[in-house]
Structure formats: C-alpha cells, structure tokens
C-alpha cells in the first residue's frame, strides 16, 4: 500500500503545468506590452477629440534637385510624411522555445487498481431446450 502524501508534496502534473502556464502567462504579457506600446507610439488623439485614432506621423522637408524645360537644373522643396511606426524598432519579443529542467524526488508513488481476474474453471453451461421436429423436412 502506498504511504500517505504529505501536505507539502505534489504531483508531477501540477509542476509542469505551473511551469507551462507561466510561459503562456509570459507571451501573454509580450503581446500586450507591445500593443500597448504601438498605440502609444504610433497614434494620436484626433485634434478635435472626437473620433478614431490618427496615425502619428513624422513629416521633413528637403530639397530636390530635377532638370526642367531646356536642360536647366530646378530645385524644389519637397515635403514628406511617414507613419511613425514604419521607422520605429518594435520591442517584439516573442518566446520561441522553453528548456524546463528540474530536480524530482519521488516520495510516494500510487498502483492503478489491478483489473479483476477470471475465474478458474469451465464457464458455467446453459442449458438450451430443444425440440425435435418428427416427420419430413
């Protein structure tokens, strides 16, 4: 018969299940903080309050030399505009693979109930009446 388990020991099952849900835990977290990072970031309140979020954008000017009518050099400012987050790093972490070791020691173990035998012997006969037909068939 198995020992009795103490208060304090616990099945196999219940580390690597706490282990496992800690790791899904974890990407869980990953993926919000960087959802939370991209509207942070990337948008913005509409000026007027109202409405859906604007992408933030990052606009610069500069100067653009082209060759114009008869062969002559035009130079021309040009203004441009981006989204934010197309030139901003995202923190995307991702958990790929998980190595878990750990140190058991078993302190008691517990048998499956061992199923029931056959009996020893014949089976038990029935007995089946039967009725001879006479005449012909």
């Known amino acids: 018969m198995a020992e009795p388990v103490s208060a304090t020991a616990r099945l196999i099952e219940d580390y690597l299940g706490s282990t496992l849900g800690s790791l899904v835990k974890a990407q869980g977290m990953l993926s919000s903080q960087l959802a939370e990072f991209i509207e942070r970031v990337g948008f ?13 954008t990052f606009s610069f000017a500069f100067d653009r030399t082209e060759v114009g009518a008869g062969d002559e050099l035009v130079s021309r400012r040009v203004t441009a505009s981006l989204p934010l987050l197309s030139i901003v790093t995202l923190p995307a972490l991702a958990i790929d693979s998980a ?28 007995s089946v009446r039967c009725c001879r037909r006479s005449g012909p068939r």
């Open 44 to 56: 913005e309140e509409p000026e007027d309050g109202e409405g859906p979020l604007r992408a933030r």
């Open 99 to 126: 190595d878990i070791e750990m140190d058991l020691r078993i302190v008691a173990t517990e048998s499956p109930p061992e199923p029931p035998r056959p009996t020893r012997g014949r089976p038990a006969r029935r």
